[in-house]
């Protein structure tokens, strides 16, 4: 790897970071940029998960008054993402991606408008939405937890879609524990691809770099942003990953 494509990486990782920070979306960035340097795709998805971890620190960094006083449900919420990430890890590395890539496009679709329509299947939920983590949340979160151990892209629109159905908070401080939740996913599946996979180091580096500081940006700006014109964006965004997947899925 060149100077240069160093250089791209580090640009890409502060994009990943703004956009992942703020709409669970880093991978549209990051990912095609690790493709455009010459990386084979599964070697590109290791990387970009291990380079996301840089991600995960500067939100965590940005957002500290918004994860105040979310510490009990954060706790239970990142035990079974973790567990999720590790699965979907260990997937990756045993198994063959046609079958699972097949449904991508479709969670995230699904994600996607789930995420638009947050608020009012909210108050459909509602003598739900402050007990925590229940059997029927704790699954999906560890669903979304595989996903993201496996392929990444998007998780954190499920996440955040889940949450936003669940949670009666602002958008703000649930994106918050969107990004720790999927992070912790993240983090275990990394550590899996570090020590058994095939790791560009230098790429994850670079990517690195730039989205610990382009996280902690997102995580800041986000707190002053409109929350329903957001929340539509992030969405919109999720609909347009989701043809793109489903076109590079389905072409053949």
Known sequence: MDVGEFALLVLAGLGAGLVGATAGLASLVSYPALLAVGLPPVVANMTNTVAMLG???????????????????????????????????VL??????D??????????????LVLMAGPRLRR???????????????IAAFLAGVYGGY??????????ALLMTVWDQSLARTNAAKNIATGCANLVAAAVFAVTGDVCWPAAIALC??????????????????????????????????VVLGWQAYRT
């Open 92 to 97: 990756l590395l045993a198994g063959p991606a």
């Open 151 to 160: 392929f990444g892209a998007a998780a954190g629109v499920l996440m955040l």
């Open 124 to 138: 459909l939920a509602e003598r739900r939405a402050h007990r925590g983590i229940g059997p029927g949340t704790g």
């Open 55 to 89: 991600t995960t620190a500067g939100a965590a960094t940005g957002a500290r008054p918004e994860l105040s006083g979310q510490l009990r449900r954060l706790l239970p919420l990142c035990v079974i993402t973790t567990a999720g990430g590790a699965c979907g890890g």
């Open 209 to 242: 770099l730039g989205s610990v500081g382009g996280s902690w940006l997102g995580s800041v700006v986000v707190r002053y942003l409109p929350a329903t014109p957001l929340r539509i964006a992030i969405g919109l965004g999720g609909l347009t990953l989701a």
């Open 99 to 112: 079958s699972f890539t097949a449904v991508v496009p479709w969670l995230i679709g699904g994600a996607s």
